[in-house]
């Protein structure tokens, strides 16, 4: 079906774009906070922070090493087309992305051990 298609797809690029990038306001408060910061160590961490955050942004690539858990919180109503088959195809984005973000296969199932 093209729309599931579609919706993986936008799911995928939801997930790259959460991997790889953040928004303004929150690198513009890290700045600021280099800008006061008195320790030199802190100093330093905020530096190579911004640092991952324009190599990602530059390279279309994950933040950090650990991209955490994925958390999807879904609004639709009742009637959507896409309840039946939305688990399915987050699953899918989510596997697409561990292997083309890529995003690091770093949760084990409890039961499988599987990533």
Known sequence: MVENRKLKE????AIKQAATTL???VVDALKRAKA???SELATLQLTMILHNIEIAR???VPMCQ???ILTFFIKAGVDSPYLRCLRALITEAVAEA??????????VHP???KN
């Open 58 to 60: 530059a390279g279309s």
């Open 36 to 38: 006061v910061e008195t």
């Open 10 to 13: 936008a799911l995928l690029m």
């Open 98 to 107: 561990t292997r083309v973000v890529p995003l690091r296969p770093n949760t």
């Open 66 to 68: 650990d991209t955490g």
């Open 23 to 25: 928004p303004a306001d």
């Open 111 to 113: 039961f499988t051990l």
